[in-house]
């Protein structure tokens, strides 16, 4: 049974960080990309960073370029995402979810999802 587990989250003011971790099992790794997503206010998930299967080309939704990190360690079948110089606006819950090879921007190609981690900032 394929289950992702994200844990990392929490309340962060203004200015911090937070690493996120997504653990996959059930499926070995090295052959999947991996998305973090975000929820937008109509309830669509909307990608924030992906990274695509070993040869490890990666992704970023615009507003996080420069502060967000997408990672992976195959061998811990776990994906991490570094954020830094977090804002009020990245305030959301964060998903991990999983597909075949290489990344797409859509949800709707992402075949495997975790329960998310609710990130907050705020002072």
């Known amino acids: 049974q394929v289950q992702l587990v994200e844990s990392g989250g929490g309340l962060v003011q203004p200015g911090g960080s937070l690493r996120l971790s997504c653990v996959v099992s059930g499926f070995p790794l090295d052959d999947k990309a991996i998305g973090w997503f975000r929820q937008l206010p109509g309830g669509e998930r909307t990608g924030v960073a992906c990274?695509?299967?070993?040869?490890?080309?990666?992704y970023y939704e615009d507003s996080v370029k420069g502060r967000f990190t997408i990672s992976r360690d195959n061998d811990k079948k776990t994906v991490y995402l570094q954020m830094i110089s977090l804002l009020p606006e990245d305030t959301n819950v964060y998903y991990c979810?999983?597909?075949?090879?290489?990344?797409?921007?859509?949800?709707?190609?992402?075949?495997?999802w975790g329960q998310g981690t609710q990130v907050t900032v705020s002072s």
């Open positions: 979810a999983v597909r075949y090879y290489y990344c797409s921007a859509s949800e709707t190609m992402f075949d495997y």
């Open positions: 990274i695509s299967r070993s040869d490890g080309n990666v």
